[in-house]
Protein backbone atom coordinates (compact mmCIF):
# COMPACT_ATOMS: atom_id res chain seq x y z
CA UNK A 1 0.00 0.00 0.00
CA UNK A 2 1.09 3.23 -0.67
CA UNK A 3 0.30 7.09 0.86
CA UNK A 4 -2.19 8.29 0.62
CA UNK A 5 -4.11 5.20 0.28
CA UNK A 6 -4.32 4.01 3.25
CA UNK A 7 -5.12 6.33 6.20
CA UNK A 8 -2.26 6.73 9.21
CA UNK A 9 -3.02 5.58 12.93
CA UNK A 10 -4.67 8.46 14.62
CA UNK A 11 -5.06 8.43 18.41
CA UNK A 12 -2.82 8.69 21.52
CA UNK A 13 0.39 7.01 21.33
CA UNK A 14 2.50 5.79 24.37
CA UNK A 15 4.99 5.37 21.60
CA UNK A 16 5.90 4.72 17.95
CA UNK A 17 8.15 1.78 16.89
CA UNK A 18 9.46 2.93 13.78
CA UNK A 19 11.78 0.88 10.64
CA UNK A 20 12.85 1.71 7.03
CA UNK A 21 14.29 -0.14 4.32
CA UNK A 22 16.49 1.57 1.63
CA UNK A 23 17.46 0.60 -2.16
CA UNK A 24 21.04 1.24 -2.00
CA UNK A 25 24.19 2.12 0.34
CA UNK A 26 23.04 5.53 0.33
CA UNK A 27 20.95 5.94 3.67
CA UNK A 28 18.52 8.33 2.64
CA UNK A 29 17.29 6.21 -0.22
CA UNK A 30 14.46 5.16 2.08
CA UNK A 31 12.24 2.38 -0.43
CA UNK A 32 9.83 1.73 2.78
CA UNK A 33 8.71 2.71 6.27
CA UNK A 34 6.81 1.15 8.62
CA UNK A 35 5.52 2.14 12.08
CA UNK A 36 3.83 0.49 15.00
CA UNK A 37 1.78 2.87 16.91
CA UNK A 38 1.73 1.49 20.60
CA UNK A 39 -1.20 2.92 22.55
CA UNK A 40 -1.82 3.72 26.50
CA UNK A 41 -3.99 -0.21 26.34
CA UNK A 42 -0.36 -2.01 24.85
CA UNK A 43 -2.47 -2.45 21.26
CA UNK A 44 -0.65 -1.63 18.83
CA UNK A 45 -1.80 -0.05 15.24
CA UNK A 46 0.43 -0.59 11.98
CA UNK A 47 1.12 1.17 9.09
CA UNK A 48 3.44 0.35 5.91
CA UNK A 49 4.16 2.30 2.73
CA UNK A 50 6.67 1.70 -0.27
CA UNK A 51 8.52 4.81 -1.42
CA UNK A 52 10.13 6.02 -4.79
CA UNK A 53 13.32 6.66 -3.50
CA UNK A 54 14.20 8.30 -6.79
CA UNK A 55 17.35 5.94 -7.23
CA UNK A 56 18.71 3.00 -8.44
CA UNK A 57 18.33 -0.18 -6.43
CA UNK A 58 21.15 -2.45 -5.28
CA UNK A 59 20.93 -5.81 -6.21
CA UNK A 60 22.00 -6.89 -2.29
CA UNK A 61 19.02 -4.33 -1.34
CA UNK A 62 16.59 -6.09 -3.97
CA UNK A 63 17.26 -9.03 -2.73
CA UNK A 64 17.26 -8.55 0.72
CA UNK A 65 14.02 -6.95 1.15
CA UNK A 66 12.49 -7.85 -1.87
CA UNK A 67 11.64 -4.03 -3.28
CA UNK A 68 12.66 -2.73 -6.48
CA UNK A 69 11.62 -0.38 -8.73
CA UNK A 70 8.35 -2.38 -10.02
CA UNK A 71 7.04 -2.06 -6.54
CA UNK A 72 7.70 1.72 -5.84
CA UNK A 73 6.47 2.44 -9.37
CA UNK A 74 3.61 5.04 -8.55
CA UNK A 75 4.17 5.00 -4.53
CA UNK A 76 5.10 8.55 -3.12
CA UNK A 77 8.75 10.52 -2.62
CA UNK A 78 10.31 10.97 0.65
CA UNK A 79 9.17 14.28 0.52
CA UNK A 80 5.40 13.79 -0.10
CA UNK A 81 5.04 10.74 2.29
CA UNK A 82 6.84 13.02 4.67
CA UNK A 83 4.72 15.95 4.79
CA UNK A 84 1.88 13.24 6.06
CA UNK A 85 4.07 11.41 8.12
CA UNK A 86 5.63 14.33 9.92
CA UNK A 87 2.84 15.48 12.23
CA UNK A 88 1.81 12.24 13.35
CA UNK A 89 5.91 11.51 14.59
CA UNK A 90 6.96 14.98 16.14
CA UNK A 91 6.53 14.90 19.78
CA UNK A 92 6.00 11.20 19.67
CA UNK A 93 8.84 8.58 21.32
CA UNK A 94 10.63 7.01 18.56
CA UNK A 95 11.92 3.87 18.88
CA UNK A 96 14.11 2.08 16.15
CA UNK A 97 16.18 -1.09 16.36
CA UNK A 98 19.55 0.47 16.10
CA UNK A 99 20.54 3.97 15.16
CA UNK A 100 20.20 3.20 11.11
CA UNK A 101 16.39 4.66 11.06
CA UNK A 102 17.17 7.61 12.82
CA UNK A 103 20.06 8.51 10.20
CA UNK A 104 18.34 7.20 7.22
CA UNK A 105 15.55 9.20 7.88
CA UNK A 106 17.45 12.28 7.98
CA UNK A 107 19.99 11.39 4.68
CA UNK A 108 16.55 11.85 3.30
CA UNK A 109 15.08 14.85 4.72
CA UNK A 110 18.57 16.44 3.86
CA UNK A 111 18.31 15.22 0.12
CA UNK A 112 14.88 16.40 -0.01
CA UNK A 113 15.80 19.52 1.45
CA UNK A 114 13.53 19.02 4.16
CA UNK A 115 14.31 20.86 7.55
CA UNK A 116 16.02 18.16 9.61
CA UNK A 117 13.39 17.67 12.43
CA UNK A 118 14.24 17.24 16.20
CA UNK A 119 12.84 13.74 17.00
CA UNK A 120 13.15 11.62 20.41
CA UNK A 121 14.61 8.33 19.70
CA UNK A 122 15.02 5.44 21.77
CA UNK A 123 16.72 2.15 20.62
CA UNK A 124 15.04 -0.97 21.23
CA UNK A 125 18.48 -3.06 20.69
CA UNK A 126 19.74 -0.82 23.71
CA UNK A 127 16.23 -2.06 25.84
CA UNK A 128 16.71 -5.51 24.62
CA UNK A 129 20.56 -5.64 26.26
CA UNK A 130 18.92 -4.36 29.85
CA UNK A 131 16.15 -6.97 29.93
CA UNK A 132 18.16 -9.80 28.37
CA UNK A 133 21.94 -9.37 29.20
CA UNK A 134 22.30 -12.94 28.82
CA UNK A 135 21.68 -12.46 24.98
CA UNK A 136 25.47 -10.70 24.79
CA UNK A 137 28.14 -13.02 23.12
CA UNK A 138 24.56 -15.94 22.96
CA UNK A 139 23.04 -14.91 20.11
CA UNK A 140 23.25 -10.96 20.39
CA UNK A 141 20.16 -8.45 20.40
CA UNK A 142 19.76 -8.67 16.71
CA UNK A 143 15.79 -8.79 15.36
CA UNK A 144 16.84 -12.01 13.94
CA UNK A 145 18.24 -13.28 17.30
CA UNK A 146 15.39 -11.51 19.34
CA UNK A 147 12.67 -13.53 16.87
CA UNK A 148 13.78 -17.31 17.85
CA UNK A 149 14.49 -16.55 21.69
CA UNK A 150 11.38 -14.74 22.19
CA UNK A 151 9.23 -16.54 19.99
CA UNK A 152 8.30 -13.84 17.78
CA UNK A 153 7.08 -13.86 14.63
CA UNK A 154 7.59 -11.34 11.38
CA UNK A 155 9.12 -10.94 8.25
CA UNK A 156 12.25 -9.82 8.62
CA UNK A 157 13.18 -6.88 6.10
CA UNK A 158 9.75 -5.75 5.66
CA UNK A 159 9.85 -2.26 7.67
CA UNK A 160 6.30 -2.76 9.05
CA UNK A 161 7.09 -5.64 10.15
CA UNK A 162 9.92 -4.95 11.57
CA UNK A 163 8.39 -1.84 13.38
CA UNK A 164 6.09 -4.04 15.03
CA UNK A 165 8.97 -6.48 15.79
CA UNK A 166 10.81 -3.89 17.36
CA UNK A 167 7.81 -2.22 19.34
CA UNK A 168 6.50 -5.90 20.70
CA UNK A 169 10.72 -6.15 22.18
CA UNK A 170 10.05 -2.65 23.83
CA UNK A 171 6.44 -4.43 25.30
CA UNK A 172 8.45 -7.60 26.45
CA UNK A 173 11.46 -5.69 27.91
CA UNK A 174 8.66 -3.92 29.98
CA UNK A 175 7.13 -6.68 31.35
CA UNK A 176 10.40 -8.37 32.24
CA UNK A 177 11.52 -5.19 33.80
CA UNK A 178 8.37 -4.16 35.06
CA UNK A 179 9.48 -0.57 33.91
CA UNK A 180 8.29 1.66 31.00
CA UNK A 181 10.39 2.74 28.11
CA UNK A 182 10.39 5.93 29.59
CA UNK A 183 11.97 4.47 32.77
CA UNK A 184 13.87 2.05 30.85
CA UNK A 185 15.72 4.77 28.35
CA UNK A 186 15.29 8.03 30.12
CA UNK A 187 13.71 8.95 27.45
CA UNK A 188 10.13 11.04 27.38
CA UNK A 189 7.77 12.09 24.63
CA UNK A 190 7.26 16.06 24.44
CA UNK A 191 3.39 15.48 25.05
CA UNK A 192 2.71 13.47 28.21
CA UNK A 193 -1.09 13.25 29.23
CA UNK A 194 -2.09 12.40 32.40
CA UNK A 195 -5.52 10.84 33.52
CA UNK A 196 -7.03 10.54 36.77
CA UNK A 197 -10.22 8.59 37.80
Not at 24 to 48: K, P, W, Y
Not at 66 to 76: F, K, L, N, Y
Not at 102 to 117: R, T
Request: with cysteine.
Amino acid sequence: MFLPDQPLPQGLFRFIALDVETANANRGSISQIGLACVRMDGTMETFATFIDPQEEFAPFNTELTGIDATTVRGAPSFAQAWKQLEPLLRGQLLVQHSGFDEKALMAACQQAGLPVPRLIWADSVKVARKAWPEFRGNGGHGLAHLKEALGLSFHHHDAGEDARAAAEVVLLAEARLSKTIEAITGRTAHLQMSFAF
